[in-house]
């Protein structure tokens, strides 16, 4: 079998919406803590909402870790607000900012 030349990208998007189905039955999308992420006392910085920026994440399902392709909402000095779609259902979390790189470009 070869490969796609009109959408390359497809098989590895597949592969990782597949994973992150199977990831999340096992438990709901961990988030950082109102204690651990101090919203109170930090700066917020948010992603305009016709603003696209995309990263590479380590987020956890229950006990489950996996790294997928998130879109970054807003960020502190120590976190990154992210967002993530499983199964059309749109996903929010709170994640460390070292478990977070971002993608320059990237089309969903």
């Not at 120590?78 to 977070?100: M, Q």
Request: contains cysteine.
């Amino acid at each position: 079998m070869g490969t796609n030349r009109r959408y390359p990208d497809l098989g590895l998007r597949l592969a990782e919406e597949r994973e992150l189905r199977e990831a999340r039955q096992h438990g709901p999308l961990q988030t950082l803590s109102e204690e651990q992420l101090s919203l109170d006392r930090r700066p917020v910085t948010i992603v305009p909402p016709r603003a696209q920026v995309w990263a590479r994440a380590w987020i956890r399902f229950g006990d489950a870790d996996i790294r997928a392709t998130v879109r970054v909402l807003r960020w502190t000095d120590d976190a990154v607000g992210i967002g993530v779609t499983v199964d059309n259902e749109k996903l929010r979390a709170w994640i460390w900012r070292g478990a977070c790189t971002v993608i320059e470009s990237h089309a969903p």
